[in-house]
């Protein structure tokens, strides 16, 4: 179970943390995910999420560079997603968004089902989660849109 604040190393899966952040706040109107990689068993996971938790919107920005070389999962990122961006970040990130209250999850950890040690740093104070929307707003508006 995600305890917030909290900074962890440990054996996670990014899904799983993704899953705890969003029953950590009750539920989720609004996610964004920035992450450097996706698997089509993430993507299968995250509709499945969405479903579930009933979350009205998902924004998902991608490396630009990995999305290129697997352009196939365009059609299932349609799917899943409201809004998809590529952009030239490597960053890892969870915002979910649940009524008025915020979680921001930093984290190593790709979206891919491995289990590997990796790091995460979660937050629902209000001043970082509003730097966090800034850093993000930042680069969403650099990068291209194609869902």
Known sequence: MLTVPSVRVTRANSMQLLRDGVEWLGGCNRLTILTYSITDGWMRQLL???TEFCIEHITLVLDRTVMERHREKLIQLERVADEVYLTDSHAK???IEAD??????ITSANATNNYRNECYYATAGRKETAEIVTDISGIVRDAYQIV
Request: no cysteine; net charge positive.
């Open 93 to 95: 990130v969870y915002f």
């Open 100 to 105: 008025m209250k915020r979680l921001a999850i």
């Open 48 to 50: 499945k999420l969405k």
